[in-house]
């Protein structure tokens, strides 16, 4: 089970940093996407990182390439996601999840261990 933190309010233009840890099991071993899901709309891939046995590649949705980065701490078992220049687009419960590799492009249904998703809001 992974567990997401670090959303909440904040206005257009704005920042936020999400956590993503993992009690009990070792973050490196797997990919970690991170989806979002906004209201009437399907899940989709935001990010992806893989493991630093598979180079540590990275993947970004076209409409975050520039402004979020995703990247590992491996003292603390932690996967972030920066997050900058935030439009309300950006909006939506996101999730992290873990997976054997990202893909050409992450599907959910490729990844095995969710969150239970932390809310970002973004509004003046």
């Known amino acids: 089970q992974l567990v997401e933190s670090g959303g909440g309010l904040v206005q257009p233009g704005g920042s936020l940093r999400l956590s993503c840890t993992a009690p009990?099991?070792?973050?490196?071993?797997?990919?970690i996407g991170w989806f979002r899901q906004a209201p009437g709309n399907e899940r989709e891939a935001v990010s992806c990182?893989?493991?630093?046995?598979?180079?540590?590649?990275?993947f970004y949705a076209d409409s975050v390439k520039g402004r979020f980065t995703i990247s590992r701490d491996y003292t603390k078992n932690e996967i972030y996601l920066q997050m900058n220049s935030l439009k309300p687009e950006d909006a939506g419960i996101y999730y992290c999840?873990?997976?054997w590799g990202c893909g050409y492009y992450p599907l959910a249904a490729d990844f095995h261990s969710w969150g239970q998703g932390t809310q970002v809001t973004v509004s003046s």
């Open positions: 999840a873990s997976a």
């Open positions: 009990g099991f070792t973050l490196d071993l797997y990919a």
């Open positions: 990182i893989l493991s630093s046995d598979h180079t540590g590649d990275t």
